[in-house]
T-cell receptor
Framework: SAVISQKPSRDICQRGTSLTIQCQVD?????MFWYRQQPGQSLTLIAT?????????ESGFVIDKFPISRPNLTFSTLTVSNMSPEDSSIYLC?????????FGSGTQLSVL | SQQGEEDPQALSIQEGENATMNCSYK?????LQWYRQNSGRGLVHLIL?????REKHSGRLRVTLDTSKKSSSLLITASRAADTASYFC????????????FGSGTRLLVRP
């Protein structure tokens, strides 16, 4: 199974700033996903990031707010732009292997 | 958008007892999966049941699926304190692209 390294593990940021979250996988994978988990809530899919194509965003999420890069088959970044306190959440990257998802350990973001 | 609703939202049991969690979903699926999350961090895949299967076992886990009622249940037998976690169902929806949609989750507390 894929091993995923996600960083930073947590951060405290000021409103109006941006944070880039990195996700590194130990094997080449086609499909990577970024999820958001608001406090006490379930996971919501932000976007699907496939190498060589633009990320596909879910309803309610836009590229200007959550730009994603996928430069190769082992790496992706998610940027949370112009942050507000409402962006305080856990952000999780995941990869698809077979029919299952494997997850990074998440980035806990607090925006003041 | 959130596909599944789970109940109960929270469950507290004594070590050694069985824990049952239920998941309902809305649309046709390819398969349904259960994941576990410790302390709001990365999720771990537990078990997958396909749409043409009715029951599946894995160790102390038993999953059932009723596609006519669009519902599933996860049974953990002989629970242990280490089973304390949040449990999420996730549906692989029939769509043109792969997408795993997570339910609302059940927080399980197993008291020693």
């Amino acid at each position: 199974s894929a091993v995923i390294s996600q960083k930073p593990s947590r951060d405290i940021c000021q409103r109006g700033t941006s944070l880039t979250i990195q996700c590194q996988v130990d094997s080449q994978v086609t499909m990577m996903f970024w999820y958001r988990q608001q406090p006490g809530q379930s996971l919501t899919l932000i976007a699907t990031a496939n190498q060589g194509s633009e990320a596909t965003y879910e309803s309610g999420f836009v590229i200007d707010k959550f730009p994603i890069s996928r430069p190769n088959l082992t790496f992706s970044t998610l940027t949370v732009s112009n942050m507000s306190p409402e962006d305080s959440s856990i952000y999780l990257c995941s990869v698809k292997e077979g029919e299952k998802l494997f997850f990074g350990s998440g980035t806990q973001l607090s925006v003041l | 958008s959130q596909q599944g609703e789970e109940d109960p939202q929270a469950l507290s049991i004594q070590e050694g007892e069985n824990a049952t969690m239920n998941c309902s979903y809305k649309t046709s699926i390819n398969n349904l999966q259960w994941y576990r999350q410790n302390s709001g961090r990365g999720l771990v895949h537990l078990i997958l049941i396909r749409s043409n299967e009715r029951e599946k076992h894995s160790g102390r886990l038993r999953v059932t699926l009723d596609t006519s009622k669009k519902s599933s249940s996860l049974l953990i037998t002989a629970s242990r304190a280490a089973d304390t976690a949040s449990y999420f169902c996730a549906t692989d929806v029939m769509d043109s692209s792969y997408k795993l949609i997570f339910g609302s989750g059940t927080r399980l507390l197993v008291r020693p």
